[in-house]
């Protein structure tokens, strides 16, 4: 028996009719509210401090923030094959799973006493790290892709801050607790989260003049997925190993802004953690937005790695201007996130998208990412390791910038190489049978 049709909704038709720019804003501006909402289950919690809380000698934060990132670690390498292989019609109700198992953690969490609640970070973390891929999938293979894929990922930057600003303002204004705030914090957001997840629901799939230009998406199966690994290995190498430096160096940014800005002297500035976000929003998504002005698809994959350079020299050159005092606390934690999402953001919204363009490759973003996300949080969970144990007495802001000058150093060759990599390797395989292939390749 065959499933009728789905019938198209009004607001799917009034989008198929909308050119490509009123098409991305609401697109776009859907997909970074409704991931700003679900930022709210995972982030909110790093906001408080857990003073003077330790367990068998280690901070309490410390122990929430590794339980946290090893579920969200494992998510990665399970999204791998869940998010590759991942069919249309089981996004929506995947997102509303996740986030509910995600929002009931932390309502165990606030329930169960210490050490005892460190458990629930872990089934916290676990379904978080599947709804980015769930999200990406109603963006990816699209003409305006960069613009939608921008909204999305810098959506994380905003709404690490902002979340932040709400959990801290629930404990500054309304008193609640540090362990009922992450609870609260994700209360906030559900009604906003409904009602995005829904619009985002009516976005009409790829048309055909999308798919001649970045390939047709389709779920991969074990064989294709080894396939891409087989044809691209020494450039994934590269890419993946850059990719690890930036998310520990970021996840650690990102967990510990509340001791960084403390050690900076701004601990009871609740709205700085907002404040500082904004810029760096905005920055990375005009750039990023305006790559959907290039139509070939190699010269924006090169060019996704000079910004993705670029980015670590500006995360190098900061942390200089810091330690010799040229630049002010706010200024540096501004201009250090600039660079570290001009290296990120990439990664997470253009830069897999164009590679399979380049390369004509019929598959999903999904897969690459997540390959890239399950190594990059493996990275994540070794550096606060390495902080606890080997680094225990060295201070925060210290540390981040023993951290910010390994990440510019060796992430700068890293992408480098991949660059070298990518731009031969298209010169070897390129063809010139198809004109339509020579087109945007």
Not at 181 to 190: D, G, N, Q, Y
Not at 367 to 395: P, Q, R
Request: hydrophobic letters at 50%; proline letters at 4%.
């Amino acid at each position: 028996m065959t499933t009728p049709p789905k019938i198209p909704s009004t607001i799917t038709l009034w989008l198929q009719k909308r050119n490509q720019f009123w098409f991305s804003v609401i697109v776009g501006g859907s997909a970074f509210l409704l991931y700003s909402c679900v930022y709210a289950f995972r982030k909110a919690f790093a906001v408080a401090t857990f003073d003077e809380i330790y367990y068998l000698g280690i901070s309490y934060k410390v122990w929430l923030v590794t339980f946290q990132v090893a579920g969200y670690a494992l998510s990665k390498f399970i999204g791998i094959k869940i998010i590759s292989e991942l069919q249309t019609h089981s996004r929506t109700k995947g997102i509303l799973l996740m986030v509910a198992i995600a929002g009931l953690s932390w309502l165990a969490f606030a329930l169960t006493p210490a050490p005892y609640n460190i458990i629930f970070l872990f089934t916290n973390g676990l379904p978080l790290g599947l709804i980015w891929g769930m999200i990406f999938n109603y963006l990816e293979g699209r003409r305006s892709t960069e613009a939608l894929g921008a909204g999305l990922s810098v959506s994380f930057i905003f709404a690490s801050g902002f979340s932040k600003t709400v959990g801290a303002l629930l404990m500054k204004v309304w008193g609640v607790s540090e362990l009922w705030m992450p609870f609260a914090t994700s209360c906030v957001f559900i009604i906003p989260l409904l009602f995005f997840l829904w619009i985002l629901n009516q976005v009409p799939p790829p048309n055909a003049m999308d798919e001649a230009m970045r390939t047709k998406r389709k779920p991969m199966n074990k064989i294709e997925r080894e396939r891409f690994v087989h044809q691209f290995f020494p450039g994934i190498v590269l890419f993946v190993l850059t990719y690890m430096l930036l998310t520990a160096f970021r996840d650690f940014r990102d967990n510990f802004s509340a001791e960084l800005w403390q050690s900076l002297g701004y601990g009871n500035s609740p709205e700085i953690f907002t404040l500082t976000e904004i810029p760096v929003s905005l920055t990375v998504l005009s750039v990023m937005a305006s790559l959907m002005l290039i139509k070939k698809n190699i010269t924006a994959l090169m060019v996704n790695h000079i910004i993705v350079f670029t980015g670590m020299l500006l995360i190098g050159t900061t942390t200089y201007l810091f330690e010799i005092h040229a630049i002010s606390p706010p200024t540096w934690m501004i201009l250090i996130g600039l660079g570290l999402y001009m290296g990120y953001v990439p990664f997470n919204s253009t830069f897999f998208d164009r590679l399979i363009a380049t390369f004509r490759f019929t598959g999903t973003v999904g897969f690459i990412m997540y390959v890239a996300d399950s190594f990059g949080y493996l990275a994540s969970v070794g550096v606060l390791f390495y902080k606890e144990f080997g680094n225990a007495n060295i201070t925060w802001v210290r540390f981040f910038i023993k951290g910010g000058y390994i990440t510019a150093i060796i992430g700068g060759f890293l992408i480098a190489g991949s660059m070298l990599y990518f731009f031969l390797k298209n010169k070897n395989t390129q063809s010139a049978t198809n004109p339509l292939t020579t087109a945007y390749a």
